[in-house]
Structures are given as C-alpha cells and as structure tokens.
C-alpha cells in the first residue's frame, strides 16, 4: 500500500518568489492536512481539507494558501516567500477525517535564499 | 491555548539502559494522544495512539501510558537504531493535531 507521496523533496527559492507542493494522500483517504516544522517553533498546523473543503486553518499569514482535488490531492502555495518560510513542509492524510491517526509523507524541503 | 509540553528536550543513554519520556498537555476535551517517531530528513512515523486515561499500549521496546495530564513513553533495553526525536501530538477536538516539541533521544553503544 502506497504511503504518502509528496513531491518535490527539496526546493530552493529566492525571496518574492512563490512555490507550490503537492501532496498525494493514500488510496481512499479524504482529509490532507498541512504542517510546517521548523528547529524553533517544531511542527505547526497550517490547514486541513476534506473532501474538497477547507474545514480548519492554523495561524499563518495569506501568503499561505492551499487547495485539494475530487481525488484528494492537495496543493499547498506559499506567495511572496521569505527567508522565514524555509522548514520542512509535512503532508498527513487518514481516512477518517477526524483529526486522528495521521499519516505522514517524508515532507518538502523549502530553502528560501 | 491548548498545549502540549514534552520533557526532556533531549536524553542520552546507555545502550540497555532504560528510560521514559514524558508528554504533559492542557486538560480541555483530548480525543487523542499520538506518539511518533522522526529521524532526521524524514517525516514522522506513527507508534501509537491512546484515547483515555489508564490505556497502554506496547510495540517492542516502547510502552506508551496516558493519564488525565500525561502521557509516558517508556524505553525498555533500548538499542542504538532507537535514536530517533519521538514526538507527541494531541487533537483536542478539531481536525488538527497540536504537537510538542519532542525529546531527542540518543542511545550510545
């Protein structure tokens, strides 16, 4: 059974510039959420989806922005990057969208020079 | 503010010498605790979830407990592939899962 896949593994930005991640959930799994890890701050939520629909969202600026397809791929964009924004991106999936049992992808390293 | 707190921040130990971690959190509607295990350059890798006070659950050398207030994580003979930072998590009733900043564990041959 396929994990949770997210691509690409590392990314180098410059500053201003905005990216998009990708995140493929496991088969059958409806709710993606998105998380940004950091040595200062550890993990923190930046939004959840399911089935299409925004349903929570962390403390983070607009910049921050995300989405997910009728077949659960997600997509999260970071515009106008800062060199603040460089961490390590995690992508959690489950089935049943309740905030519980979370399985995470290997994550998206964001460099910002 | 919901929070989760976790102590040590960091610990080294013997290879056999055994240990626990602890994960304390703000009491107000916890429907899950979640311990993972993170190896550098990796995403977390789920061990266990406990729902309510006075569960355990075990997997090898790993004994997960939770209170009202706490969870332990205890390490028995652990081994060098044991290194890892474990870190705990809890959803405190939404679809998110809040997570302390973990315990960096080191196991010395």
């Known amino acids: 059974k396929a994990g949770v896949t997210q691509t690409p593994r590392y990314l180098i930005k410059t500053r201003g510039q905005q990216v998009t991640l990708s995140c493929s959930p496991i088969?059958?799994?409806?709710?993606v959420s998105w998380y940004q890890q950091t040595p200062g701050q550890g993990l923190q939520f930046l939004f959840e989806?399911?089935?299409?629909?925004?349903?929570n969202k962390g403390n983070f600026p607009g910049r921050f922005s995300g989405r997910q397809f009728s077949n659960s791929r997600s997509e999260m964009n970071v515009s106008t990057l800062e060199l603040g924004d460089s961490a390590l991106y995690l992508c959690?999936?489950?089935?049943?969208?309740?905030?519980?049992?979370?399985?995470f992808g290997s994550g998206t390293r964001l460099t910002v020079v | 503010e919901d929070q989760v707190t976790q102590s040590p921040e960091a610990l080294r130990l013997q290879e056999g010498e055994s240990s626990s971690l602890n994960c304390s959190y703000t009491?107000?509607?916890?429907?899950?605790l979640f311990w993972y295990r993170q190896d550098p350059g990796k995403g977390p890798e789920f061990l266990f979830t406990l729902y309510s006070a006075g569960e355990e659950k075990e997997k090898e050398r790993l004994k997960a407990t939770l209170t009202k207030k706490e969870s332990f994580l205890h390490i028995t003979a652990p081994k060098p592939e044991d290194s890892a930072t474990y870190l705990c998590a809890v959803n405190f009733g939404n679809e998110k899962l809040t997570f302390g900043t973990g315990t960096r564990l080191t196991i010395i041959p």
């Open positions: 088969s059958g799994h409806r709710s």
């Open positions: 989806y399911f089935s299409e629909t925004q349903r």
């Open positions: 009491v107000s509607g916890l429907r899950g």
């Open positions: 959690a999936s489950t089935y049943t969208g309740t905030g519980l049992g979370y399985t």
